[in-house]
């Protein structure tokens, strides 16, 4: 066997241990007496494997280990296809109420018109109240880089003018030649 081909299969053999799913069902458990449940939530008791799949072959059920680090562990007999669809089902469901917070960004220059920041405030006030972030940055060119007091100055503005409806999350600092802070939402 070549090198390059026992390596390649090792690689292999730990992606699959890593996707595999843990659970343990039917002849996958390896205990060799477990505690039952059937698939009414009734306890039958302590088991042998051998009879516990059995009793959940006679009712066309999966045998599924719960809780393996129980001693004994614990297994119950359900619809294995059946428990995995609800698990994704409830899983998608959560995704969907999940609330996603992105950040906007609002662009301005030591040198912008009074206008021109009106448009850009509105703006962010239209950010906060959709319950995103405002990414506020301030851009120099050239020589302007020597005097940040000046964006400094424009950001404060822009924290007191939109401080009804949000609050400074990260104050003002430079990063080359921009300077940033990020506004998010009032806390309720």
Known sequence: MSRSFRKNAVSIIRRCAISKDTTNINRAIRASEVRVIDEDANQLGIM????????????GLDLVEVSPTAKPPVCRIMDYGKYKYQQSKRAAEAKKK?????????K???????????????????????GNKVKVTIMFRGREVTHPEFGRRILERVAKDLADIGQVE????????????VIGTLKK
């Open 48 to 59: 042998d494997l051998r009879s516990a799949l059995q009793a959940a072959d006679e009712q």
């Open 98 to 106: 999940q609330v996603r917070v992105e950040i906007k960004e609002v």
């Open 170 to 181: 990260s104050y003002p600092r430079m990063a080359g030649r921009f300077m940033s802070m």
């Open 108 to 130: 301005l220059r030591p040198k912008t018109d009074e206008h021109d920041y009106l448009f850009k405030v509105k703006n962010a006030r239209r950010f906060l109240g959709d």
